[in-house]
Structure formats: C-alpha cells, structure tokens
T-cell receptor
Framework: GESVGLHLPTLSVQEGDNSIINCAYSNSASDYFIWYKQESGKGPQFIIDIRSNMDKRQGQRVTVLLNKTVKHLSLQIAATQPGDSAVYFCAENFGTGFQKLVFGTGTRLLVSP | DTGVSQDPRHKITKRGQNVTFRCDPISEHNRLYWYRQTLGQGPEFLTYFQNEAQLEKSRLLSDRFSAERPKGSFSTLEIQRTEQGDSAMYLC????????????FGPGTRLLVL
C-alpha cells in the first residue's frame, strides 16, 4: 500500500553535531522525494528535494541521499543548531502529471545547546 | 508576505455544524492542494486543483467535504455536519505550473469539533 515510514521517531543531538534522519519509502515507481520541516503550530516548510535520477543533492547545511536499491532516503544536517529542532517529514510522489505527496509520520529532532 | 495564507487559523465548532476554510495560494501558482494532518501524523492528501478544475480527490474526502476554487485563485474547503473525527489541522499548499514545482504550505487551520 501507500506508505512512507521513518526508522527513528525521535533523534536527540547536541548543538554542532551532524544529524542524520532516515526514511524508508514503499513505492519503487516514485520519481520525486521531498523533505519538509515542521515546527509546532506551523505548516510544513520545504527543505530540499531530489528526483529519482539523482542519488545525492546538497543544499545549505543539508544533504539528501537517495538509495533506490533499498528504497531509502536520508537527510543529513551539518552543524545542527537549536533552531533545527522540529519534526521532519519525508514525502514521496505518488502522482502522475501532478504531485500527490505521501508523507511519513515524521521524526522529531531535538537539539540541545 | 507573499506565502500561502489560510483563514481562520483556529476554529472550534460543535458537532453537526458546518465550517468553511479559505486558502489563498502564492499568486503565480496555478496548482493548489488540500491536506489533512492529525496529531503525530504526516499530512494526508485530500484534493488537488489545477486552475479552477478539481482534478483529483482522495477517498478520504467523504460526501460531507467539498472544495472549490471558482476563479482559479483562492480555494475554500467546506465540511458539512462536522463530526469529532474531523478534528485535525487542514493544510493548503500551492505550486507553480512546472512539473517539479515545489509545494509550499500555508500555516494551516486547526479544527476542533466538540
């Protein structure tokens, strides 16, 4: 069925550490993946995306890795800051002709000063 | 602010009442999406508009739910005869016409049905 799951529901790190958030996706035909950050009481905020013809994409302090062989997606955050504390969702595209995003349940990232 | 806006931000209603939420997308975005999010879960797709046409509806969208986008700009989501199970955050997102246009989300409307 349609599902996007996360291995770790909560990740606690120290400020300055690198964080890695993992995600397993179910649909081998998914062609587009996105990471969103959601702070309490707010809507999801776009972080970074990657298409299925890539295996790595870098942004500012963030890197997304895609392993299609094992249907695994990860988000790496370098030099994690307290402001990075939030729930992180991965999503995969189930749509054809438009983006029908299927989200996982999220991983809470807690950054201690 | 030129992001997606939603109104109201919070709504408390009694079971059986009708409620309507509004979403104003980013101005140049012709694609608009509605999602529902319950506590501790990721957003779930409800429906999709391209301009004024509603092109996709999830089976989550029961007959009590209706969404419109009459002029291809703002959209409304109405829930009739609300039930306690409708309590959730209702999120709107919009994206540009490009095939890989990113979906940008609004702040959401939190609905509580008593």
């Amino acid at each position: 069925g349609e599902s996007v799951g996360l291995h770790l529901p909560t990740l606690s790190v120290q400020e300055g550490d690198n964080s890695i958030i993992n995600c397993a996706y179910s649909n081998s035909a998914s062609d587009y993946f996105i990471w969103y950050k959601q702070e309490s009481g707010k809507g999801p905020q776009f972080i970074i995306d990657i298409r299925s013809n890539m295996d790595k994409r870098q942004g500012q302090r963030v890197t997304v890795l895609l392993n299609k062989t094992v249907k695994h997606l990860s988000l790496q955050i370098a030099a994690t800051q307290p402001g990075d504390s939030a729930v992180y969702f991965c999503a995969e595209n189930f749509g054809t002709g438009f983006q029908k995003l299927v989200f996982g349940t999220g991983t809470r990232l807690l950054v201690s000063p | 602010d030129t992001g997606v806006s939603q109104d109201p931000r919070h709504k408390i209603t009694k079971r059986g009442q009708n409620v309507t939420f509004r979403c104003d997308p980013i101005s140049e975005h012709n694609r608009l999406y509605w999602y529902r999010q319950t506590l501790g879960q990721g957003p779930e797709f409800l429906t999709y508009f391209q301009n004024e046409a509603q092109l996709e509806k999830s089976r989550l969208l029961s007959d009590r739910f209706s969404a419109e986008r009459p002029k291809g700009s703002f959209s409304t989501l109405e829930i009739q005869r609300t039930e306690q199970g409708d309590s959730a955050m209702y999120l709107c997102a919009s994206s540009s016409p490009r095939p890989w246009g990113t979906q940008y989300f609004g702040p959401g409307t939190r609905l509580l049905v008593l």
